[in-house]
């Protein structure tokens, strides 16, 4: 099974992409735990944590258990990682990847702007995480895309918006009568 930790900057759709594939693996057989780390950035210390997801061995087998009875196996997709990055979420988070790494796929989203965001995924690939880190698209590749999509010429300010990639899916969304609109 994999730890993948993928980073980039605010903006750049990391949070678009887990609600992407957690969408899509809903379609196989796997099962899919979307975390939105925002929600436990309260928690101050461990025992709080601990206690508020309830992580011990009965949590950890529990994870391995739905792990295995899913034919697709257990992904837990986490979100927003950089915003518990100052608390112990993080350490207790990578100490259950560690304990289920046999049976779970961890795919954890963060930031990678501030000095302790990069300091926690550099700790992440030590630990033996695979890193892939997300960027904003080149202004020509923005205009090509837009282009492909029948946007003979677009502005200069939509080619700039669409260089964040969830920017370009939101236009590619759009039929293409309306993206003619002016």
């Not at 257990?74 to 988070?93: E, G, K, N």
């Not at 790494?101 to 995480?129: L, N």
């Amino acid at each position: 099974r994999t730890r993948l930790v993928l980073s980039a900057e605010a903006g750049v759709g990391k949070s678009s992409l887990l609600s992407s594939v957690a969408r899509a693996l809903q379609a196989t057989e796997s099962l899919v735990l979307f975390w939105d780390l925002r929600e436990v950035r309260s928690a101050d210390h461990e025992g709080h944590l601990a206690h508020w997801l309830e992580i011990n061995t009965a949590f950890q087998e529990a994870l391995t258990t739905a792990a295995q009875l899913s034919p697709g196996g257990l992904i837990i997709l986490a979100d927003q990682y950089d915003s518990v990055i100052t608390t112990q979420v993080p350490r207790l988070i990578r100490d259950v990847a560690r304990e289920t790494q046999a049976q779970i796929t961890w795919v954890v989203a963060t930031r990678a702007s501030s000095q302790p965001e990069r300091d926690a995924r550099k700790s992440m690939v030590a630990e033996g995480w695979e890193h892939l880190e997300l960027h904003r698209l080149s202004f020509e590749a923005a205009s090509s895309a837009l282009r492909s999509l029948g946007i003979e010429e677009p502005a200069s300010d939509l080619v700039e918006a669409c260089r964040t990639p969830v920017h370009l899916a939101a236009v590619r969304a759009l039929t293409p009568e309306e993206r003619q609109d002016p």
